[in-house]
């Protein structure tokens, strides 16, 4: 069996060694991968976003099955492309995917089904905007409608803040397209959460929890990052809550979808804030988060090709989704100056032999004369599952400290607030 998976990160590289424990798959197919994990897939240069290179591609190599990761082809159709030559998916339609690709929406969705989340207005005007955060009480959040890569949130302190965050998204588009129009919400307090959740429309069957460091520096400080590092289980997560998640948000999620007409079949990201009046929806993703995905596949004991079919084709019911009572930790090897500035063409050098409980999942490099090189911000995660959280923290940063690049930058202090909230 052929399999393609359209996407080049980490992410793309977990979900890869997982599929590749099937034994029934033949052959992985990465478009475009990266020089780093070759060793795992066939990296073919066709962009994520190329969904004219991808269809070809898929048709020509009579691709069986196909898993689109990120969530710009997602928003852009390539699921719809696909099933169009008869291709099956694992992922959203176009009109499902919107459920990340306009915050918006989602928004609406919430407000129309009683879905917990924060408060808020939309704006596609600017001088209403303005306005209306002149009256706001401070912080202020306020949104980009569009993908802008996880950063197009502004956190306001003040009322001038906001007005001058509105300014930038609106009229000097720092976020592009995507902040024409905006949302304004209140500010929430409270431990973060990551769900990723496996749904076929019909049930809903939650991975284990995750929580991720956003932010550049150790205790949380510096700019949003797409993420630093992650554990799992996420310890604040605990079962009388992810009761109640499935109850108000998860399945009311889902069945809001089919009444839209907008089914959605995949891999859905509750991003939740536990807040002190209950959980509440900070964001939904379409897609697999990143770098979750490079904790929550590795404690993944079911298999993954199998629950991504069964999600296909609707039988998700009848499929078993198994995870280890372990933790997983993943410590991002970043190039120095990211997620701003940093430089890049350093070779990397990885252990030779790894251990059965650690994986090194490979993003922003390439491949430059033989050698491996960094060529992105996140350069790589280095992973390791162990059956205390402690004991996990400490394998990954071991794991990470035997990887060298010039500019390598990492958190020291990923898992941290988790160790405390357990304790
Ligand atoms: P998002 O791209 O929507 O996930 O937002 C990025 C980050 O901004 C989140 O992970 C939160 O830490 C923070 N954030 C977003 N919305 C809110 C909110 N309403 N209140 C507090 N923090 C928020
Ligand atoms: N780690 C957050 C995301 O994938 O959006």
Do not use: W
Not at 250 to 278: H, I, Q
């Amino acid at each position: 069996m052929k399999i393609l998976v359209v996407g080049g990160g980490g992410r793309e590289h977990a979900i890869i060694k997982k599929l590749k424990e099937n034994k029934e798959i033949t052959e992985i197919f990465a478009l475009p991968g990266n020089g780093g994990m070759e060793q795992d897939a066939t990296c073919v240069p066709i962009g994520a976003k190329d969904l004219d290179g991808i269809v070809k591609f898929a048709a020509e190599q009579k691709i069986d099955f196909a898993v689109v990761a990120p969530d710009d082809p997602l928003v852009l159709g390539c699921v719809d492309r696909l099933n169009a030559i008869g291709i099956p998916c694992f992922g959203p339609e176009a009109k499902a995917a919107i459920i990340e690709g306009s915050k918006v929406f989602s928004k609406n969705l919430m407000k129309k089904y009683g879905i917990p989340t924060a408060a808020y207005e939309t704006f596609s005007e600017m001088d209403a905007a303005l306005s209306y955060v002149r009256t706001c009480k401070a912080p202020v959040v306020i949104k980009a409608d569009g993908l802008a890569l996880g950063k197009g949130v502004i956190i306001a302190q003040t009322n001038e803040e906001a007005e001058d965050a509105v300014r930038s998204m609106m009229s000097d588009k720092i976020f592009g397209e995507s902040g024409s129009n905006v949302v304004v919400e209140e500010f929430l307090e409270g431990p973060e959460v990551s769900v990723l959740a496996f749904t076929d429309g019909n049930v809903v069957k939650p991975m284990v929890s995750s929580m991720d460091h956003k932010r550049a520096h150790d205790n949380d400080e510096g700019l949003n990052t797409g993420g630093m590092g992650t554990v799992a289980p996420n310890p604040y997560y605990t079962n009388e809550i992810a009761d109640a998640c499935m109850e108000q948000i998860f399945l009311p999620t889902v069945k809001a979808m089919n009444a839209e007409g907008r089914t959605f079949r995949g891999c859905l990201y509750f991003g939740l804030m536990l807040t002190k009046d209950g959980p509440k929806v900070i964001e939904y993703n379409c897609r697999f988060g990143d770098p979750e995905t490079q904790v929550v596949l590795p404690l993944l004991e079911s298999d993954l090709f199998t629950v991504m079919k069964a999600t296909a084709e609707g039988k998700l019911a009848e499929t078993e989704v198994r995870f280890a009572e372990k933790h997983a930790c993943c410590v991002v090897l970043a190039s120095d100056g990211y997620p701003v500035k940093y430089e890049s063409g350093y070779p990397i050098t990885l252990p030779e032999q790894l251990a059965e409980n650690e994986e090194i999942y490979i993003a922003g490099a390439k491949k430059k004369d033989g050698v491996l090189v960094n060529a992105g911000g996140r350069v790589l995660g280095a992973v390791a599952t162990e059956d205390t959280l402690q004991a996990a923290i400490k394998s990954a940063y071991a794991l990470a400290d035997r990887i060298h690049f010039e500019n390598a930058y990492c958190r020291r202090d990923i898992g941290q607030r988790a160790l405390a909230a357990e304790k």
